[in-house]
């Protein structure tokens, strides 16, 4: 094989390969004379350059480290990195092919650049965008002026090209086999992440409305101890009849303060449910192992769409529990207050049978002001519930709180009733049964026709069949939480 024959072959193998091969150098150092080093008369210097995907050219000598030039593409810019060895601007093209010595310098700087992105940085992408880019183009130039200068040999030359192109677009190709497993992976990874995204998302608005509620609750803290603290120093000095008044605002109060907290607690304890069967599709469960180990290779990491929000539903809960508890046992206290004090007053009074015991004035007002608040309850009760907008279907939560309380304030009218309360109690026990009625039976049944026309209209099954099952279970309040969730949902 002649001397431009061994050269050709070489630099084919630079074009298609990307690496001046160390036997084809050893020949070409074997077979030519290195005196005439065009690259030292000249003076030049060889370059490693690179340029990221936006472009520019950052180069260093091709004595250093190529990673020099990387480092600088790769903080001016983004993936995939082009790296390649510019021939020297001071040797013509010509006389550079001409030249085996100084061909094979520069064809090693060529072949440092090439694989330090092969082997170092292991980048298919950068890979293929420096054969495709600045490398192939000057290797492709260099080529074809050798051609013109070859006159002999053309066909056992087209045959060496021909087979290194054949081996290099072979599918068994390593880079090649490389890239498609690096894009099947990440694709994989990128599809398990957007679905367990899109779970997540799901339960934002839920999330959302509990903490709201759970900010206002705990803002609430100081409003609830001075509350307490009035109604006991109060009861503290009050007669009879004010004991009396202090009783039912006590009542009140202890309700409002456990309704708010059950909510929440029952809210937040489903929704921390609904998102740890949900943490069960998040990345790490779906991968093959081989996506894992992939993921783990690359430092992907795996983002955590549930564990924070989880975090804080448990610390809302337990909030919410201790200030329950808190609250409850507060009322217990006040109400034991109560009772002691008055029977230290009628006992009072009882020695003391000749004088009335509440004058004429103050029972008319007590029961004046006892009637109005027992009618403000009664419609209260009957009142007309919100609707959603498109299916025109009730609200039934905030009800089923309204019938309850009433219900629940029945001991206090319990007969035999008189004195000041009697009016007021009489109005009240008129529409107990209805009452009593309406919230174990009517709410209901309302519940259950609101339900089968949410799933006429394709509403999210998942919470239909939460609601159902409740009402199943005699749950009444989550029942009408959950229909409440799913009428909701119907206007999204």
Known sequence: MTRFHKKYICVAI?????MASAACSNSLQADESIGTHLGSLHGVTGKICASPAQGGVYCVPANQDPAGAWDQAISRGSLPIQMWAPRPDAIPLEALVADAAELNVWLEDMDKALRYVHDVKKNAESYRASLAGNAGQLLRETV?????LIANGQAAIDHAVAAFRDKILNQGNPIVMQAQSDQWNITAIHQDVERAAAAAAEFQHSFDRIATDFKAHRESETTMVARWKKVADDAATADLETLAVLRVEAHDFSREESRRPNNIILEASRLAATLQKADELRPPSTRPESVR???TTK???????????ARSLDNMIAYCEQRRNVSNEIARKISDGITARRDALIALKADDATRATISDAKTLRASAVFLSEITARVSTLWGLPQNSTKQKLPFLAQRYEEADAFVSFAP???PPVVGWREAGCNLFNRHMVGARTYLLTSLPAIARMGLQQLEAAGIAN???LDAQAKLLSGDMKGAMLSYDEAVRASDR
């Not at 630079?14 to 990307?18: P, Y």
């Not at 074809?144 to 013109?148: A, F, G, I, S, V």
């Not at 992907?300 to 564990?307: K, M, R, S, T, Y």
């Open 144 to 148: 074809e002026l050798q051609k013109r």
């Open 293 to 295: 180990d992939f993921g």
């Open 299 to 309: 430092q992907l990491n795996e983002p955590d769409f549930v564990a924070t929000a």
């Open 412 to 414: 206090i009218c319990a």
């Open 14 to 18: 630079s074009v298609f390969v990307g």
């Open 462 to 464: 998942t919470l239909l």
